[in-house]
């Protein structure tokens, strides 16, 4: 079945970089586009960057472009985010997600991100 596990969450203060990490497994990883989506305390899902299958097409929500890169690596099966620049705004848990923008796919537990002084 459909394995999603994010890791690489954890507490940073503003301006700092974190890289989190999705471990994909029971489908074939290249095959689908993957996007981080995630959720602040008392907020909706909301979706904060996409790419392609083959990696070369990366997209970004407003709020973290030129901040944040998405990056995969087939061979591992793996996907990434790069944050940097940090701010207490991107505080949230952040999910893995097997789709687009709809978000309406398969997706990992999370992990947590906090961004605080």
């Known amino acids: 079945q459909v394995q999603l596990v994010e890791s690489g969450g954890g507490s940073v203060q503003p301006g700092g970089s974190l890289r989190l990490s999705c471990a994909a497994s029971?489908?074939?990883?290249?095959?689908?586009?993957m996007s981080w989506a995630r959720q602040a305390p008392g907020k909706g899902l909301e979706w904060v960057a996409g790419i392609t299958g083959d990696g070369v097409i990366p997209s970004y929500a407003d709020s973290v472009r030129r901040r944040f890169t998405i990056f995969r690596d087939n061979a591992k099966n793996t996907l990434y985010l790069q944050m940097n620049s940090l701010k207490p705004e991107d505080t949230a848990v952040y999910y893995c997600?097997?789709?687009?923008?709809?978000?309406?796919?398969?997706r990992g537990q999370g992990t947590e991100v906090t961004v605080s002084s």
């Open positions: 997600v097997r789709d687009g923008r709809l978000l309406e796919g398969p």
């Open positions: 029971g489908f074939a990883f290249s095959n689908y586009f």
